[in-house]
């Protein structure tokens, strides 16, 4: 199913499916939350989408089932020291992992990951989806993504953009689109996408494809230039930045996302009151205007069987780029 097509399927039935979880008698298992939650996010802490969509998830889950929610920033591998800190933990629902789309991309990046991204987690629930956007150094040639796509195509080697690593989706939804244009770019990664970003600044690199939230600060002093988004519809915090779809690629749909994953074998009950909560707290107006203020992210709770189909389709979809790309694992 395609990225769009489902993220449409899932928003139509939310509230049916929040309201059935909310309700199902199986959610009074007794006992359950009676102590701290621990949210893994393995991410360093500060200023990337991850973490602060992860503290805003735990604030969620902690007003709706009244324990606190510790945050535990474990960052490494490419999301993997903390995503294998999670698959091995008890199934107990008293640890969680706000994932990214690492946990899928790793198995076709690392000849040992440390775990398996459909048998080791028990899906909870998409949490939000932010499309690509692609901002530029001013020093770069063109005032439109048409203008510098021509010139990339001109001028094979000479757009440098930085990634938050090998095969990071930062690294993958730049490079569909130089695919996409014809444009032969050189690809520089770092430990982080803020590296990445103060790079640009510094006049190092030419090119970084993080979130709105990212660069908008950025764009707003004219350090960065924004000149395209990779959704099918501009963004409201980005209303001037055309969509790649409109500009130079038709149909061009590609999105950072995260979610809730538990251990595999966490009891069903526990996950739907995981997801109730975390779908609950989305859709009221605190939780709503809390992801506003991040700027394009688009909170999306789902149910966990939505969420583990959207895990498999984006596992063989981004394992077919990974291969045609040539990455190899490490």
Known sequence: MERRQFLKKTGAGLAASVAA?????????????????KLIIPWPAGGNTPDLIGRIAAQGISEQLNVPVIVDNKPGANGN??????????????????NTSALILSPALYANPGYDPIRDFAPVTLVYTTPAVYAFAPSVPGDTIQEVMEYGRKNPGKI???????????????????????VKALHVPYKSGNQAINDIIAGQIHAYTGTAAQMIPFMKDKRIKVLGVAS????????????????????????????????????PAVVSRLQSALGNYFGSA????????????????????????????????WSGVIRQAGIKPE
């Open 81 to 98: 020291i903390g995503s294998e800190f999670v698959a091995k933990s008890a199934p107990d629902g008293y640890t969680l992992l706000l």
């Open 286 to 317: 605190a939780g709503r205007a809390r992801l506003d203020a991040q700027g394009g992210i688009i909170p999306i709770p789902t149910s966990s069987e939505e969420y583990g189909a959207y895990l498999k389709s984006e596992l063989a979809r």
């Open 21 to 37: 979880a909310a309700t199902h008698p199986v959610l009074a298992q007794a006992g359950y939350p009676n102590k701290p939650i």
């Open 160 to 182: 440098a953009y930085g990634s938050g690593g090998n095969g990071n989706i930062t690294h993958l939804a730049a490079q569909l689109l130089f695919d996409r244009c014809g």
């Open 232 to 267: 099918m519809k501009r963004l409201p915090s980005l209303p001037d930045v055309p969509t790649i779809h409109e500009s130079v690629a038709p149909n061009f749909d590609v999105g950072f996302w995260g979610g809730l994953v538990a251990p595999a074998k966490t009891p």
